[in-house]
Structures are given as C-alpha cells and as structure tokens.
C-alpha cells in the first residue's frame, strides 16, 4: 500500500514538473494566437479571446518566412550532412586505429569544445571570403560545419571504440578495404549514435544565429529563420503576436525531427550510460 502511495506522489511530482516545464511552449503558441494588447493585458492566460490566425500569415508571406523556411531547410540539411560524415570518419580512426600523438589530439579536441563560437567567427569570415563563398547558402553550411564538433566525433569514436574487433577481421578477411569496412560494417551499426548526433546538430544548425548574420548581412534574401525574427523587432516596437507565430513556424520542423527519432536518440544515450 505504502509502496503504490509512493509511487503515484512521484507520478504526480513529475506531471506537475511536466506540466511547468512546458508551459512556456504553451504560452508561446497561445501568444501567437492573440492580437497586441491582449497578450500583455491578459497576464499569463492562456486561452485567446478569439484566435487570430492572421498572424501566421503575415508571419509567413508579408515577412517573407517562406523563403527564410527554404533557406534554413537547405542549410541544416547540407550542414548535417557535412558533419555526420566527417564526425564519423573521425570517430572511426580515433577509436580503431592506434597511431602516434592520439592522447595528444584527443586533449586538442576537448580543449577547443570549450571555445566560444564569437572567437573563431572573425578567421572563419575571412577564410569564406578569400574561397569566394560569403553571403551563399554553401558558405553558410561551410561555416555551421567545418569546426571541430568534438561530441559528435566522442560519440562516434566510444561507439566504434566498444564494438568487437572481430567484425573488423572478418570483413579483412573478406577482401574488404578500410574504406569499406568503415561504410559497410561499422557505420550501419553506429545508426543510434547517427541518429543523436543528426538530432543534435540539426537543432544547433536551425537555431544558429551568430553565423548565419554575419554571412548574410549584404543578402537579405538568405536570411535563415533566426536570423529573420529580427523583421518583427522594429525601431518604435515589436509585433509580439507575429514575433510568437515566427517562433512556433520555426519549432515545429525541430519537433518532427526530434519525434522521428526519438526511440534512437533515447538508445544512444541509454549505450553510453552503460558503457
């Protein structure tokens, strides 16, 4: 008796944990729903008065979000892209191969995940600027995906580190080549580590905001979503209700990528709790 008493005091402290935790995502989709004045006379309501679905609309086509949507899809793809393939690629070799100096690496890598994305902004420019790629999309996806990405790479090498050797061996005895025993053994057996690093990046891309302004600041028009909240900040006021809509357009993507692999997200991190 005690035991069931106990366990439904905990059910009921995390659904009101829940419920707190995501009350400000409910309040910003109440926000988008409202006009001007109601969202600050009503204090912390959350029902509308009466729903005003325009400010999706101006959201959408009067502030060009439509294209801002197009832009920031094409750069989180090809970003993703760049760095699943070079993390893993990396992973593979600091956690397979044994080599001189790979302690010595290792220390780097964990000593530039501590360095703040404004210190290297300034090189990085200069060096798109000098291949002729600032204010383009691939500049861009350059920029988000040619750092060092030290989790990413962690992730991949522990995993690669804790398979057998084995798989590797016999593979070699089957005539197979680094190449593809690293694209056709391993790399297929690392999907919930892809998975956590693709959900990962994919939200760090979407959201980026420091990289994407300063290459775009002469294209406007290749704006990313982030970047273009600021149409909505004017110099006499803010249009909090289309500001609230913008947000939750540019949310929805993120929670459909993060719904679609949850169950390897969760797999992921469960393997590096027990390793």
Not at 46 to 62: F, G, K, M, T
Not at 205 to 210: I, P, Q, S, T, V
Request: net charge neutral.
């Amino acid at each position: 008796m005690n035991r069931c008493r106990g366990r439904w005091l905990i059910g009921l402290g995390l659904l009101i944990f829940c419920a707190i935790w995501i009350y400000p995502f409910i309040w910003l989709v109440s926000a988008s729903l409202k006009r001007q004045p109601e969202i600050f006379g009503k204090g912390l309501s959350l029902l509308p008065e009466q729903p005003v679905w325009d400010n999706y609309a101006r959201a959408w086509a009067e502030v060009g979000f439509s294209d801002y949507m197009i832009n920031t899809v094409l750069i989180t793809i090809g970003t993703v892209v760049l760095i699943v393939i070079r993390s893993a690629l990396a992973g593979y070799v600091l956690g397979r191969c044994d080599f001189p100096g790979k302690k010595g690496l290792i220390a780097v890598f964990l000593i530039t995940f501590f360095l703040p994305e404004g210190y290297t902004i300034i090189p990085v420019t200069q060096l798109t600027d000098q291949l002729g790629l600032l204010n383009t999309h691939l500049g861009v996806i350059f920029g988000l995906g040619a750092g060092g990405h030290v989790a990413a790479t962690l992730l991949y090498a522990g995993y690669f580190r804790s398979l057998p050797k084995e798989l590797e061996e016999c593979a070699r005895i089957d005539g197979a080549g680094p190449l593809t025993i690293f694209a056709r053994v391993f790399l297929p057996l690392a999907w919930p580590v892809t998975a956590t690093v693709i959900i990962l990046q994919f939200l760090a891309a979407w959201n980026a905001y420091l990289l994407p302004l300063v290459f775009t600041l002469s294209q406007p028009d290749l704006r990313t979503l982030a970047v273009g909240m600021t149409a909505f900040i004017g110099e006499y006021g803010t249009d909090y209700p289309g500001l609230a809509a913008a947000a939750v357009i540019s949310l929805a993507p993120v929670i459909g990528v993060f719904i679609a692999l949850q169950r390897q997200f969760v797999e992921s991190v469960a393997g590096a709790v027990k390793q």
